[in-house]
């Protein structure tokens, strides 16, 4: 035996099959193509996701434009102005709201009040609710009211401090050192410029020195 007398086993390679070689091979002519067509022709063929003109299932599909947040926190928005008319010494808390139809929950479940600072805010009355704006934290302290802030859903208090107010930043004053030296500086200019001649006078002592 010889390198060359090997053979592979009876049907483990199979042999390609020999197209457009005359229509005695059964294969002929159009060789297994059929009769023109896109699919008849050189490099032609039809994609994969190709669904015979209707919409394809890539475009029927909705695409995710953003998501929603499952944990998010939907509040039932009330402004301030809608309470302008409470009597001083009041207790507003959600459950008045909800008996005077002030704020609407959802068809199954409450929602979480939070107050908004638009309108005028009601003088001297204390507001229990589960979220207040800035603005209106501002407009209750300056109306004389109390502002306090509940836990969600059992309604304990929360200990909180509101945000100072922004105020606008002022330069520190300068220390009595600087201030002399300043004050030394600017009297130093000043005698310079006294002592600088002025084009009047250099033009007058011109004329004066000429025969």
Known sequence: ???????????????????????????????????????????????????????????????????TNRFRVEYAALNLGRLSEAAAGTLITPDVLRHDQLVRDQKTRP??????????????????????????????????????????????PIEFEPEPAEQPSVPAPASAEEAEEAEAEAGAEAEASEREPGPETDSAADTESEP
């Not at 699919?39 to 996701?49: H, L, S, T």
């Open 111 to 156: 929602m979480p009040v939070k107050i908004l600072g638009g309108g005028d805010a009601p003088k001297g009355v204390t507001i229990h609710a589960h979220a207040f704006t800035r603005s209106a934290l501002v407009k209750l302290a300056a109306a004389g009211s109390t502002a306090q802030l509940i836990s969600w859903p059992d309604g304990a």
């Open 1 to 67: 035996m010889k390198l060359h007398d090997p053979r592979p086993n009876r049907g483990s390679h199979k042999p390609s099959r020999r197209l457009g070689r005359g229509h005695g091979s059964g294969r002929g002519k159009t060789a297994g193509r059929g009769t023109k067509g896109q699919k008849a022709r050189a490099g032609g063929g039809i994609p994969a996701w190709f669904e015979g003109g209707q919409t394809p299932l890539h475009i029927r599909t909705p695409k995710l434009h953003g998501f």
